[in-house]
C-alpha cells in the first residue's frame, strides 16, 4: 500500500511537470496523488472551456478527468493517475493534453464542436439534469 501511495504521488507529479507550460496551474507544489490546473489560459486564448477540453478527450480514447473540481478553482480539471499507470501511458495521455492545448489556440471550434468521433454528440446537459432518462431500450 505504501509502494502504490508513492508511485500514485510521482505519477501526479509527473504529469504536473509535463502539463504546467500548456495549463495554468492551480497549486505551483508538490501535489499528492492528484495535480490540479486550470482552463483560464485557454479561455481567455480562445473560448475553450475545460468543459471542452473534457469532452475533446473522448475523441482521443480517454474517459475524461474530473472537472469544475474543486469548485474554488476557476475552469478546474483535476487529474488523479494512479499506481497502475505506465511511463508510456502517463506520456500519451500528456502528449494528448498538449495536443488539445495547441488545438484550442489553433483551431478553438473543433475543441468547441466534441466529441467528433462518439456515436453520440454533444448533449443538452441542462435538459438532462432537469429529465434524467436512465432507462436504455434495446
Known sequence: LKR?????????????????????????????HECVFSGKRQVR??????SDIA?????YGYH??????PMIVPEAIMIEPNETESLETLDAFCDTMITIAREARE????VKSAPLTTPVRRLDEVRAAREPDVCWKG
Request: include cysteine; aromatic fraction near 10%; charge should be neutral.
Open 107 to 110: 483551431n478553438p471550434e473543433q
Open 55 to 59: 469532452k475533446r478527450l473522448l475523441d
Open 45 to 50: 486564448e480562445s473560448g475553450v472551456h475545460t
Open 4 to 32: 502504490a501511495s508513492e508511485v500514485a504521488v510521482l505519477n501526479a507529479n509527473y504529469i504536473k511537470e509535463k502539463l504546467k507550460a500548456h495549463y495554468d496551474l492551480a497549486y505551483n507544489r508538490t501535489c499528492m
Open 64 to 69: 475524461p478527468p474530473t472537472i469544475y473540481f
